[in-house]
């Protein structure tokens, strides 16, 4: 009891220290309880314990077959030639006769220039010839008449030689003439703008009613033959020894050329060149490759990605390139025993093409690979297997890893 303080302030007090504890106490049990009934339903939630027994994978047979070896390397397309159209006279342009991007065959009509000026240029010349060839023709009357009257002795003899001369004169302007009118003719040949190749067409690069010039740079448009059409791509120089042991063999090397992704066969041809030296900044050297192009596939400047079959693997073991794993041993696969456990099995390689890789030695045909769920397996572990069919019937691949779903859903619909 505080000094000063009478009886019924220390009683409420009291109380209220006493329902302090109470309420204490009664909020201390309520977590007790809570704590003891949340207990079981913990236990009940706690994950089973995962067994080896649980891990699905999907495999593959391997197979044994014919391995082609292919060289891939990054090409651009270009034309076999590449024309600019010039005027080689200086005139109008009245007419264009051509539509961007025809097909034109080598001496087409392609554009007209005002031909007036050289027609007038061409009478002039034909109009010269004409009277230089009367000057000679009367020079030679005139050598016979002084012949005679030589004969006669009534002239003197230099005056014939002096004739005979004349006639030699006329006879070298007549050739001037003869010249300047095969020159006029000329000039107004070049009049009319004509293909010089066979090919396509270009975008327009002049309107009709400009004053071309024979010094214009530009030109009327571009002519790129397409048919046939190359293709120039580098291979690296560790290559060059095979691909020139091949080339200068008596069978023409094959060369096929796909799309960007590498997915979509364009066009199939020949090489036609490899050139005479390696770039040392890229250690690559260049080689070109014709193509018959009559579908139109390739297009000039277009990029494609070349693939030159430079051998054949006979009777080799083949697997899916998912199959194969690398660690510290290199190369290798998780191969299914019998009593469905796994086993790592170094492997080989030679090389891969279309998603499937050549091996050389570590694997026999038929023996199966893991191709999907490698990430989770170790030597020794038990697996429920999913098999595939190497050869499927549709157009689906069976050895794409999203087939796995498929699978797993008629298994389940067959139990």
């Known amino acids: 009891m505080i000094p000063g303080e009478n009886k019924e302030t ?31 339903e913990q236990d009940y939630k706690k994950p089973e314990k995962f067994t080896e027994l649980d891990i699905a994978v999907v495999a593959v047979a391997a197979t044994q077959g014919d391995f082609p070896v292919y060289l891939t390397g990054l090409g651009t397309v270009t034309a076999l030639r590449t024309v600019t159209v010039r005027s080689r006279v200086d ?46 023709n009367n020079a030679r009357t005139d050598l016979v008449r002084y012949k005679t009257l030589l004969e006669q002795d009534s002239i003197a003899a230099q005056q014939t030689v002096t004739q005979e001369s004349l006639i030699k004169q006329n006879k070298g302007t007549l050739e001037i003439d003869r010249g300047l009118v095969a020159n006029a003719k000329l000039q107004l040949s070049y009049a009319r703008i ?36 190359a293709v120039v791509f580098t291979l690296p120089e560790d290559d060059l020894q095979a691909v020139m042991k091949q080339f200068h ?31 040392t900044s ?26 030159m079959n430079m051998d054949t693997l006979r009777s080799v073991t083949i697997i899916p390139a998912a199959a194969i794993q690398r660690g510290t041993i290199g190369p290798f696969v998780y191969v299914v025993k019998e009593d469905q456990t796994v086993s790592v099995r170094p492997l080989t390689l030679g090389p891969t093409e279309d998603e499937k890789a050549a091996v050389l030695e570590g694997l026999q045909p038929n023996e199966l690979v893991v191709v999907d769920g490698a990430d989770k397996l170790r ?20 050895s794409l890893p999203g087939n796995k779903i498929h699978q797993d859903k008629d298994q389940k619909s067959g139990n």
């Open 249 to 279: 063999s008596d069978e023409d090397l094959a060369i096929e050329a796909y799309d960007r992704r590498g997915k979509v066969k364009l066009a199939q041809g020949q090489l036609l060149a490899v050139d005479n030296q390696i770039d």
């Open 10 to 40: 220390t009683k409420g007090r009291f109380r209220w220290q006493i329902g302090i504890a109470i309420i204490l106490l009664l909020a201390v049990a309520v977590y007790i309880i809570k704590l003891i009934s949340a207990q079981p």
């Open 194 to 229: 004509t293909a010089p190749i066979t090919g396509r067409l270009g975008l327009r690069l002049v309107d009709q009613g400009n004053i071309v010039h024979a010094s214009d740079t530009n030109g009327l448009a571009v002519i790129t033959q397409i048919h046939p059409i």
């Open 282 to 307: 890229t250690g690559t050297v260049k080689l070109k490759g014709q193509f018959a192009n009559e579908d139109n596939a390739l297009f000039s400047n277009q990029f494609v990605n070349i693939r």
């Open 379 to 398: 030597e020794g572990m038990k697996v429920k297997l999913i098999t595939r069919d190497p050869t499927p019937s549709s157009g689906e691949d069976s």
């Open 91 to 136: 005139g109008e342009l009245i007419r264009v006769a051509f539509k961007e991007g025809q097909m034109v065959n080598a001496g087409d009509l392609l554009a007209e220039i005002d031909p007036r000026a050289f027609q007038a240029q061409l009478m002039q010349a034909e109009g010269q010839l004409i009277r230089d060839e009367a000057l000679l």
